[in-house]
């Protein structure tokens, strides 16, 4: 372990490299204030640095490729006063003009010092880049970047995922210090990196519309860049908490604390040399529990028997003793068993030997989890599952200058994803799990040898037995490698950029399902066992095991065949020109893709073969998928039509795999696939293609004050090879008439309008104003939200409808209050108030009809998944998706005061999350339209089940109310997702800076 991880240090310590445009910079003119003419090898340098250029024979300069971060910049000039220009902010992947009149030593001899302000539009721009700086960061409060990007113009963030310009949330690409850290692996989307706010200096966020340098991402991309450190040592420490001591279930200020707590430390300066700076911080963040409107057990029951105090007997319906019984109570706000605790660093260090530039920068993070997802596991909580992740980024960018015009810059880096999902009382000894002998020492009785505990059955209701297992075993360990290169080099007008990227994954996994019926088969065959564990397993087993990269054993393996890892590339080639005339701004790109997804294929599609005594694919039947190569135009112009107003216009293709959790799934997951009659709600693509977008997108920005400013973009978007779920049918001689699988048939259209409003501080105040409206039309929202369809008409969906995440209005209202230093006298100075107003209309949804429980659970109400999982039970009433949730509205406020203790500064604040405490429906159900009532218990299915078996279903209804109506669980287990946004947050933290 150690050596593999020395070696690859030593590599990364080594290389030069790059992946993305990262780094900014700052380009102008250097001019004589009383004539105007230029000023010719005046020089200009960034301070604290050693980068800095000369003006050309225009009075010209350009300083390429500083990262991002606020800076001092001086222009001197023999015979002239120097000037200086602090605050300078630079922005990855932007020029920053800035242009210096100096004046002649003759008048005057004092240097002159100018603060710098972030200007309201950014003319460089060939798109809409959203940024989102330290200091806004720290203003709005808000503890992931997530939410952060959920503000920005064109983002939707419903139920945990996040959407951009209507495209699903695996389409976003995530970049860290310039390293790619898309999560490749998930549908969900999301980011392999976990980035602490404390340590960074910028969030960007481009909805679409960026250069050739960008890839594998149709939607957006979301990039965070790390603070630098600089010649001064700086140290900072923040803690936050929401416990006032009222944890669990009291309120305090009307508020439930969670159990949260977070605790961050930064550090950074110089080190044995000034060539040599470093930044570092540190995180632990910890929670017992998701904020969410969850209300204590009733008083009494219905028939007025006191809810505390009643024994609740087991009717033995499941198979449990009916001798025993439990207490059904629990507190408001927080359900035991719930925890999350992460421990997070971020790094960089950066080496400034000009002309050579490196920058190393780090990321790592560990996280411990546990889900108390529904309340019939209260009596268990000992064995909730547990998730224990680490993942680890290091990557080194450098950048060598060749000349003043011309720099060669690369990146190589090195991520590490290790995942497990395992019991905790047992831990890796998954055999145990369903071991009687093991759980006598807890206490626990089993029915037998290897049989769990029975649930208990609670007036209809299964609540899980102490001691019955709760989850299978899982490990993942995934990593990648990638390197790139690229040449600029400036030419009269243009910037040309040339380079290519190169990235290769190695995915494994090993899981199994079932570790009682693993156990159980192994002693009930125990000479096939002794003989041969690897063919038991393939001849009786196969349906527990799915591993990939490990063999069946659980122990890593690079072999070939139906066992290796799998091992994703995904390469590229581009050639960006950067042409500016004056203002004029052209991004010309051509990008080359090469996508090799490693998927398997079927030699013939119509007749899959596997040899059914060992569930194995012949290697006749199964080949390696289709390698794929793509180019793709963009185009951007950036122009301005006066010194306040600025154009811009883009036309792109983009292309990027699907996720690849859809096609990597083990051998015995593919056979049980093939031979069992059963629905498979998450089928394999065998050999998908990558989904291809075509962008389109105009807007202008335009100053109006000298403090305010306002930008508008408009966008087109045609999205095609979307993954859904299919039936395909089979030829004569297959094992069945037709299998299921994920295939490119979805297409979408979305289009919109986005506005963004800045004011910039004037009288104490400043503030923004984010809206966007659009329409997100498909053929399906997600990757099996065509299942019902599919399976219960065998229709191929081909109508575009409004997409699950439309919503048509969004948008969020910022100002900030604060007073400066030496501002407002002692009391008021340096205090600052700000308040965030976020709100959207509903997103679309579907009526449905009862149908009746079929073979779902009264408990659950007959409730049938929407968007995922088995459809098939839901019968629409009206067009799809044509209703539509309420309306949401949110506040959030922050107050904090900063006072100097000796040579500290203190800053005290108060952050309250949904203010009004608003119950906000997010979702409802689909047979009713609310979100307070599924209607199940006034169905005639429901009074036939509490009076056919009164002794069973007595109290039936009282649970109900309080568990599904009140409580929403039912909606947790099939929806998967709450019904009701958080409640009301409160925390207090103190942030000390040196």
Partial sequence: MFPKLYKIFIIIMFAVSFVYAQNGRISGTVTDKQTGEPLIGANIIVVGTTFGAATNVN???????????????????????????????????LTTRLNFELTSSQISTEEVVIISERPLIEKTSTNAKRIVDSDRLEELGMRGVQEVVALQPGVVLQNGRLFIRGSRPDETGYTVEGADVKDVLNRNGGSLVNVIPDAVQEVSVQAGGYTAEFGNANAGIVSSEFKTGTNNYHFSFRSETDNFGNYPGDKFLGTYSYGYSSN??????????????????????????????????????????????????????????RN???????????????????YTANGTLLFDNNPLFLRLAGAYSRTKSQGMNNIINLFNTDRLAMNDVS????????????????????????????????????GDDFLAYSDSLAAAKFGWVYSNYFSDPADYDFYGFPFSRPGANLTGYTKDHNNYLTASLAYTGQVDIHALKIGGSYQRYTVRRWQVGNPGNFLSTVRNNPDLARDSLATLISTTLFANFNNYGFDVFGNETDEEG????????????????????????????????????????????????????????????????????????RLGFAFPISDKTVFHLQYGKFVQAPSLDIAYRGVFIAAQQLRSANLFTNPI?????????????????????EYAAFDVTAFYKDIKGQIQYAIIPTAPGAFRANYSAFVNQDFATTKGVELSLKLRRVSRVSGSIDYTF??????????????????????????????????????????DYRFDKDDGGPILERLGLNMLLTFNSGHPFTYSQWTGLGQSSAWTGGLTPIGTGDTRGRRPIGPINSAKTPWVYNIDLRIDKTVTIYNLDVNFYIQVFNLLNTKSVINVYDKTGNAYDDGFLSTTDAQTLIQGDPGRYERFADLYRAI???????????????????????????WINY
Avoid: C
């Avoid at 300069?61 to 220009?85: C, E, L």
């Avoid at 998701?290 to 087991?314: E, M, V």
């Avoid at 080194?396 to 290790?418: A, C, H, P």
């Fill in 59 to 93: 009075g010209e300069y350009i300083i390429n490729n500083i990262p991002a971060g606020n800076y001092t910049v001086k222009a001197s000039y023999i015979g002239y006063q120097d000037v200086t220009v602090s605050n300078l902010s630079v922005n990855a992947g």
């Fill in 264 to 321: 961050v430390f930064t550090v950074s300066g110089p080190t044995f040399t000034d060539k040599l700076k470093f930044f570092l911080s540190g995180e632990n963040t910890f929670s017992r529990d998701n904020p969410k409107f969850f209300s204590a057990n009733p008083k009494q029951f219905s028939d007025g028997a006191l809810w505390d105090t009643t024994k609740i007997f087991d009717t033995g319906v499941s198979g449990g003793n």
């Fill in 324 to 342: 025993e019984y439990q207490i059904l109570k629990w507190g408001d706000a927080n359900l035991p068993g719930n925890m999350n605790n992460r």
């Fill in 391 to 426: 993942t680890l980024l290091l990557n080194l960018k450098g950048t060598y200058l060749l000349g003043s015009n011309s720099f060669i810059e690369g990146l190589v880096g090195y991520y590490d994803y290790r995942g497990k999902t395992y019991d905790p009382v047992f």
């Fill in 562 to 633: 139906l066992f290796a890892p799998k091992h994703p590339v995904f390469a590229s080639a581009y050639i960006v020109d950067r042409i500016e005339i004056s203002d004029l701004i052209i991004n010309a790109g051509l990008r080359f893709d090469h996508i090799d997804m490693d998927s398997w294929a079927w030699v013939d599609p119509r007749l899959p073969v596997f040899d059914t005594r060992t569930n194995l694919i012949p290697d006749s039947a199964i080949t390696k998928g289709d390698k794929f190569n793509f180019v793709s135009p």
């Fill in 685 to 705: 693509a065998y050999n998908p293609n990558p989904i291809r977008t075509t962008q389109y997108e105009v807007g202008f920005g335009h100053q109006f004050s």
């Fill in 774 to 815: 659009s329409s997100a039309e498909g053929t399906n929202s997600l990757s099996n939200s065509g299942l019902g369809s599919t399976e219960v008409n065998r229709n191929v969906p081909t109508v575009l409808i409004p997409l699950d995440y439309n919503q048509t209005h969004r948008g969020s209202i910022f100002i």
């Fill in 964 to 990: 599904n109506l009140e409580n929403r669980q039912a909606a947790y287990a099939v929806y998967g997702y709450d019904l009701f946004g958080a409640p009301r947050q409160l925390r207090v933290g103190v």
